[in-house]
């Protein structure tokens, strides 16, 4: 089956400065990359996502890039600020199936610093 | 619209109990999930349901049970529960048509502890 890593486990920046997560997956037959955030406490919400027909998706601060030839993909969220301060989950799986086949890495921890 | 709703928020149980977890969606979604989230760790799919009256096994399903009744309601029974039971679970659902799956809507969670 599939297997997601993700890095860091836990990170934190400056306020304003950019953050940078990075996942890899193991099946070349995934396509579709979704990141979720959950906060402190609450459920985990999409914030965005990819699939392997598109190299690079933005929505305002944050974008997600795709690398299909080394199976990875990153979030980065410029600007940082507090409210982005959460857990965040990228996960894989391939369409063919619906979602039980969504794998979730084990998330970064990322504290924004005033 | 109150998304996917989740009962109870909190539970302590004793090892050797028993207990269902309640989750009604009102989305018309077809597809409905249970996940347990462990400390620092991602989320691990226990049961999911296709649709009414279908459910199978996720990754982590021993000491676990579900039905699907109605489109709505996708509970997750406990029995004889464990230590290694305490968690987070949350209840997910998710609409398949042609083809194309549209995110996870999660709800609130349960946070289940066994003692």
């Known amino acids: 089956g599939e297997n997601v890593e993700q890095h860091p486990s836990t990170l934190s920046v400056q306020e304003g400065d950019s953050a940078v997560i990075k996942c890899t997956y193991s099946?070349?037959?995934?396509?579709?990359f979704p990141w979720y955030k959950q906060e402190l406490g609450k459920r985990p919400q999409l914030i965005i996502d990819?699939?392997?027909?598109?190299g690079e998706k933005k929505d305002q601060r944050i974008a997600v890039t795709l690398n299909k030839t080394a199976k990875h993909f990153s979030l980065h969220i410029t600007e940082t600020q507090p409210e982005d301060s959460a857990v965040y989950f990228c996960a894989a799986s391939w369409t063919n199936f619906g979602n039980e086949k969504l794998t979730f890495g084990t998330g970064t921890r990322l504290t924004i610093i005033p | 619209n109150a998304g996917v709703t989740q009962t109870p928020k909190f539970r302590i149980l004793k090892i050797g109990q028993s207990m269902t977890l309640q989750c009604t969606q009102d989305?018309?979604?077809?597809?409905m999930y249970w996940y347990r989230q462990d400390p620092g760790m991602g989320l691990k799919l226990i049961y999911y349901?296709?649709?009414?009256?279908?459910?199978d096994k996720g990754e982590v399903p021993n000491g676990y049970n579900v039905s699907r009744s109605t489109t709505e309601d996708f509970p997750l029974r406990l029995e004889l529960a464990a230590p290694s039971q305490t968690s987070v679970y949350f209840c997910?659902?998710?609409?398949?048509?042609?083809?194309?799956?549209?995110?996870?809507?999660f709800g609130n969670g349960t946070r289940l502890t066994v003692t």
């Open positions: 349901s296709v649709g009414a009256g279908i459910t």
């Open positions: 099946d070349s037959a995934s396509n579709y």
């Open positions: 990819i699939r392997s027909n598109v």
């Open positions: 997910a659902s998710s609409r398949r048509t042609g083809g194309y799956n549209s995110p996870l809507h």
């Open positions: 989305m018309n979604h077809n597809y």
